[in-house]
């Protein structure tokens, strides 16, 4: 693909492509039986794929001790570029012990079927306290960001990757759109202003209320919710599309919005993972992108608009994205609209807003959100799919 000239530049200047060429695939089945394995978990193979596809640019593989160190306590790569999550391949001292560096690894997901390989130029020890600390700002065991670091191995494996084909996704093929295609997508439809929208929710009222405010400044809107994994108790992804699909086809212009999916897996790691989310969708070829309150947050553990403030420790130019910070909005009943407190005379009792937490206790009760919060026929799905 030629980019247009327009089109903002990925994360380090380049698009990065993995996945294996067809020569390359035969040549490495021809050794799958004599590479050593590692199998990997799920957020594993999401890493996997993302860094395959250019979404995780300008990675190429498994961080390296430099630059795992760097990003942990910097937030930038070894060569200074900002990168504020460790993608990392960690196992345990015995899967690591038999592996030598310089060597071909069999990258297998859960089920054992070959799916990459990884060219192990480094293995080393980490400090997963301090990993968790600086990354999490908590080492509570609690944080489902932290607890999956502390069950994984001691051992970094680094290195470049391929992937070795490029699937349709199994649940939401019409939805797979790569960087380099989204990229072509906006080209062909004209638009220079983009802006990404992360979720892994559905889709509630001030969802709607920000991401149209937004629409009104820019040429596009890109939907972009997370599929990878999540906690458990988050509403699943196919009913999540479901909603998106719904919401879609009343109640958003046909022409300015795409709906895609993220295959990357949620960390919950709020503050950092905001900066994250923001520099995967610029890699998607997003110009702006949407920081609401609480931005991959869980529990109580960040401030309400510490995801927006982080985005004040960079310099704009190296993002390259331009971060739009919405205050957390509700449905008004005195001006009988969606508002947030920078619009609103509202008193707080005047103010119709429900936590994620409280609307999934409705629901299994087999009740319906009030249509202040929720549109009527993403509600209906919803409590559908909560009793089924």
């Known amino acids: ?9 990925p994360h380090g200047g380049q698009l990065v492509n993995r996945i294996a060429t067809p020569e390359e695939k035969a040549e490495f089945l021809s050794k799958a039986d004599f590479l050593p394995r590692v199998q990997l978990d ?75 390989v990884l060219h192990l130029t480094q293995k080393y020890l980490y400090d997963q306290t301090q990993e968790v600390i600086n990354v999490y700002r908590t080492d509570d065991t609690k944080h489902p960001g932290v607890q999956v670091v502390y069950n994984q191995g001691s051992v970094n494996l680094a290195g470049d990757i ?35 929208f992360q979720t892994r929710n559905p889709i509630h009222r001030a969802h709607e209320y920000i ?37 879609l086809e009343h109640y958003y212009p046909k022409d300015r919005v795409i709906l895609a999916i993220n295959p990357a897996a949620m960390r919950y790691a709020g503050p950092r993972e905001a900066i994250f989310h923001a520099l995967v969708r610029k890699n998607y070829g997003c110009t702006h992108f949407i920081v609401g309150r609480d931005h991959a947050g869980v529990g109580d553990y960040y401030g309400t608009y510490d995801a927006q403030y982080i985005f004040d420790e960079f310099d704009p130019g190296e993002l390259g994205i331009v971060p739009m910070k919405f205050e957390h909005a509700f449905y008004c009943t005195r001006t009988k609209q969606m508002a ?25 009760r087999g ?22």
């Open 1 to 9: 693909m030629t980019q247009h000239p327009d089109a903002i530049a």
């Open 42 to 116: 799920a957020r594993a193979v999401s890493d996997l794929e993302m860094i395959a596809i250019g979404g995780f640019s300008p990675l190429t593989g498994f961080m390296n001790q430099a630059d795992y160190t760097r990003v942990v306590q910097e937030m930038r790569l070894a060569n200074g570029v900002v990168w504020s999550i460790p993608i990392t391949l960690s196992v345990t001292t015995e899967i690591a012990s038999p592996l030598s560096e310089g060597s071909l690894i069999r990258l297998d997901n859960p089920n054992g079927k070959f799916i990459g």
């Open 162 to 196: 391929w992937l070795l084909e490029r699937h349709p996704h199994s649940h939401f093929p019409a939805y797979q759109i790569d960087p380099a295609a989204s990229r072509q997508m906006f080209q062909d439809k004209g638009w220079k202003s983009i802006v990404g």
């Open 211 to 247: 991401q149209k405010c937004a629409l009104e400044t820019v040429d596009g809107l890109f939907l972009h919710p997370l599929v990878g994994a999540t906690k458990e108790d988050d509403i699943p992804a196919d009913v999540r599309m479901r909603c998106y699909e719904i919401l």
């Open 340 to 364: 947030t407190t920078k619009t609103s005379p509202s008193q707080p009792q005047e103010r119709v807003h429900l936590s994620g937490t409280k609307v999934r206790e409705m629901l299994r």
């Open 367 to 388: 009740e319906l959100p009030p249509p202040e919060f929720s549109r009527p026929e993403v509600a209906t799905e919803l409590a559908r799919a909560m009793q089924a």
